[in-house]
């Protein structure tokens, strides 16, 4: 069974930038849920997709947008990128929507300068 | 408002000695809770989950936790600490209702001493 994984692992942009992060679901998993980690911090939820569709959305702005395909993977897009953008983003997939038990990546660490 | 507080943001025990950590939160519908766990570099791993039924939940790595609905708590113990235990602890919040997210605390930092 293959877990949850995140690509890039590490990356670096510059302020203004657009970023595009992505994650594979682990295996039969139909929801994905993102999350920005800042540094000494708790996860912070971003929105979460069900089956291709935005499926609750946490505090950020309209820069921050996702998609889900068809195979359960999924993408975070982050526009014009400010440098408190800089954190670990965090994927996490589960069996259905709801707060049922969530797998996680291990992370993608975005830094803006 | 929804939060979940860590009390302790830094802990230390001796190898061998017995952890607790504490978890107090706020939430206005039945809480759904869990305990994750951090280690350098990884994502995070679920410990243990309280959803219904018997409060006093059992996880893994010998870990337990024990739900209680008149202090608001869900604290985090283990008789015995390893080594290998080192890493951030987060408890989280949610429900199953609309509001789908979790909620989570700022985690604390476990050190431990051989």
């Known amino acids: 069974e293959t877990g949850v994984t995140q690509s890039p692992t590490h990356l670096i942009k510059t302020r203004g930038q657009q970023v595009t992060l992505r994650c594979s679901s682990q295996s039969g998993h139909n929801t994905v849920s993102w999350y920005q980690q800042a540094l000494g911090q708790g996860p912070q939820f971003i929105f979460q997709y069900y089956r291709e569709e935005e499926n609750g959305r946490g505090n950020f702005p309209p820069r921050f947008s996702g998609l889900q395909f068809p195979n359960y993977s999924s993408e975070l897009n982050v526009n014009a990128l400010e440098l408190d953008d800089s954190a670990l983003y965090l994927c996490?997939?589960?069996?259905?929507?709801?707060?049922?038990?969530?797998?996680f990546g291990p992370g993608t660490r975005l830094t803006v300068t | 408002a929804q939060s979940v507080t860590q009390p302790d943001i830094h802990i230390t025990v001796s190898e061998g000695a017995s952890l607790e950590l504490r978890c107090n939160y706020s939430y206005g519908a039945t809480p759904y809770l869990f305990w994750y766990v951090q280690s350098p570099g990884q994502g995070l791993q679920l410990l243990l989950k309280?959803?219904?039924?018997d409060t006093l939940v059992q996880g893994i790595k010998g870990f337990e936790a024990e739900f209680k609905r008149s202090q608001s708590s869900f604290n985090l113990r283990k008789p015995s600490v390893h080594w290998s235990d080192a890493a951030e602890y987060f408890c989280?919040?949610?429900?199953?209702?609309?509001?789908?997210?979790?909620?989570w605390g700022l985690g604390t930092s476990l050190a431990v001493n051989p």
């Open positions: 996490a997939s589960s069996l259905s929507a709801g707060v049922s038990e969530q797998y």
């Open positions: 309280y959803f219904s039924g």
């Open positions: 989280a919040v949610g429900n199953a209702g609309n509001n789908r997210k979790l909620i």
